[in-house]
């Protein structure tokens, strides 16, 4: 069969076997984003800030007097880096940074001392069977450290004792059972250095009249890491040597007291395994000091200003101020109560052999019994450390103990509830006898407590033979004739990491955590950081200790709800304005 063309044309897109389909186009070249380096000149707004801020500061300074309030001014908002670190920069650079500055000091506080520690452990795990057990040469375990000691003639019962005298270490207080090593062993010691937490309560006084120093060691245990700070230990020594840190008040430089733990203990005439008699517990009675429970760092404070004074007897009779002083490194003052009036002095020491030698030097300061609690909440609030003494004849017959020193812990004042505007103004004074308290309205047994629940709460009331007690102001201005203050700084360098269990194996770590918990969740850091204070022993302006709120570094107060001030006398209730 043949085909015959029939001379017609295809139509335009179709070929002999059909429709032919166009070409796709070709793809679009894939594009992306190239980073171009920014210039340098994008930058010029910074770089032009900052020039300008060094050269207004620079030209601030060539032209402003030294020392003018103008220049101390330009200072305080230009040139505050290096306060940065402690907190003390002004607001603006606070702000920006304090971040990283809590971070930095959150680090330094608490990572260091956990690593430390376990270092510490480790060395004597390893190594310590190489070690000796340390003896002071320069303060040894006999009678010339002893001196002639006089004894407490304000406790006839725990005054000079007659017994003889065996000193033990005490480390060996409490031990586990069998021979003692013959050389320092870890965990061969059930004592430690801090029982818990530090407090007043710790502190027991034995036959040595040294109670101006137990008061002072009571007052400053109030305040958290005042205590700890002073020893380079933090636990028990298994070679019996410690190192703490005293102020030398004559020289205003600080030493470092190296000392051994032998401690006094009374004789037994008995055949003891260390010739010591013992307590019901079981450990040997300490002379002087006595431990609180199983801690001994009162005895080694006690010990550390005997060697600063040549001997035990040298710490008899001393005050209390400069025990506190000895501490702190702080300047110390004293208000005395003459008339209706309290009159300030100021502690000046004088150069002597003798390392307690100071005076009392009158100063223009007075101040009414109402004005005078004003400034002493104001003091307690900012950190101060005080104490009391002095108490008249009259006071002796409801418990108190004349030509005795005392601690001065609180100063509060309280409403009789929480929806009253009534108030009483109280303070708490503790016996470093650990016994001995205040027979008058408000003691431990007093009714009072119990119909007024809202200020046993508020004061955190305990019913305790403990030596620790409150008094309203009004009884304490009439039975009592000093009160001493040392004022003491508190800032971010204050903090310390809590004081947890030695023996357990975890407890550097949990210390790390608490303390770091306490840091950012309680706001210490910040708190410490930003709300500090700095010692100084200037008179206060009336404006500021009389204020109705605030901030401080104990937190915010307000006390715009204390109206009418009142005075109870037993069951009675007596309105004073």
Not at 221 to 227: N, R, S, T, Y
């Amino acid at each position: 069969m043949q085909f015959q063309a029939t001379g017609q044309l295809q139509p335009q897109g179709w070929n002999t076997f059909g429709p032919v389909t166009p070409a796709a186009p070709p793809p679009e070249p894939i594009t992306r984003p190239v980073s171009v380096p920014r210039h340098a000149s994008t930058y010029w707004p910074v770089l032009a800030i900052v020039a300008a801020y060094f050269v207004v500061y620079a030209l601030l300074r060539l032209r402003l007097r030294e020392g003018s309030p103008e220049r101390q001014l330009a200072d305080r908002w230009l040139w505050c880096w290096p306060s940065l670190y402690s907190g003390q920069a002004c607001c603006i650079y606070n702000l920006i940074f304090s971040p990283i500055i809590l971070v930095i000091h959150a680090f330094r506080i608490y990572i260091p001392s956990c690593l430390y520690i376990y270092c510490w452990r480790m060395y004597w795990l390893l190594g310590g069977c190489c070690s000796e057990f340390f003896e002071d040469k320069e303060f040894p375990p006999c009678d010339k450290s002893l001196g002639k000691v006089g004894g407490d003639s304000a406790n006839a019962t725990s005054g000079k004792k007659d017994s003889n005298i065996v000193w033990v270490r005490a480390m060996h207080f409490s031990r586990r059972d069998g021979p003692k090593p013959s050389h320092p062993t870890l965990g061969d010691s059930f004592m430690c250095l801090f029982e818990g937490k530090i407090e007043a309560q710790d502190i027991l006084q034995g036959a040595l009249g040294d109670c101006w120093l137990l008061a002072a060691m009571a007052t400053l245990a109030e305040h958290e890491g005042a205590i700890n700070s002073l020893f380079t230990e933090c636990c028990v020594q298994p070679a019996g040597k410690y190192s703490v840190k005293l102020f030398d008040p004559q020289e205003k430089v600080w030493k470092v007291i190296t000392l051994d733990d032998f401690v006094p203990c009374i004789a037994d005439p008995r055949d003891q395994p260390d010739g010591a008699a013992r307590n019901a517990d079981g450990m040997p009675k300490a002379m002087y000091a006595k431990p609180h429970g199983k801690e001994i760092w009162v005895m080694l404070m006690e010990k550390a200003f005997a060697k600063l004074c040549s001997s035990y007897a040298a710490t008899e009779a001393g005050i209390t101020e400069w025990a506190i002083s000895a501490m702190t490194g702080g300047n110390a003052w004293r208000y005395e109560r003459q008339g209706s009036t309290w009159e300030r002095l100021d502690l000046v020491t004088q150069k002597s052999k003798d390392k307690r030698a100071c005076a009392f030097k009158p100063n223009d300061e007075k101040h009414t019994d109402e004005d005078f609690f004003k400034l002493l909440r104001q003091y307690h609030r900012q950190g101060a450390v005080l104490c009391c003494g002095g108490v008249q004849d009259a006071g002796k017959k409801l418990g108190l103990v004349p030509k005795h020193a005392f601690s001065l812990l609180q100063v509060r004042t309280v409403n009789l509830s929480w929806h009253s505007d009534e108030y009483l103004r109280m303070v708490q004074i503790r016996n470093p006898w650990g016994t001995g308290e205040w027979k008058g309205p408000w003691c431990d047994g007093s009714s009072l407590w119990e119909k007024y629940p809202h200020v046993k709460s508020a004061l955190g009331f305990a019913n305790s033979d403990d030596g620790t007690y409150w008094m309203q102001w009004e009884d304490f201005c009439q039975l009592w004739g000093y009160v001493g203050c040392v004022d003491c700084s508190s800032n971010i360098f204050s903090l310390r990491p809590p004081l947890l269990p030695e023996a357990n194996l975890a407890s550097p770590i949990k210390a790390c955590m608490l303390g770091c918990l306490r840091f950012w969740c309680l706001c210490q850091g910040p708190r410490h950081l930003f709300l500090s204070h700095e010692a100084s022993d200037e008179h206060i302006a009336s404006q500021v200790y009389q204020r109705s709120f605030g901030c401080d570094p104990r937190g915010a107060y307000c006390r715009l709800c204390e109206r009418d001030m009142v005075h109870i006398d037993g069951d009675e209730l007596i309105q004073n304005g």
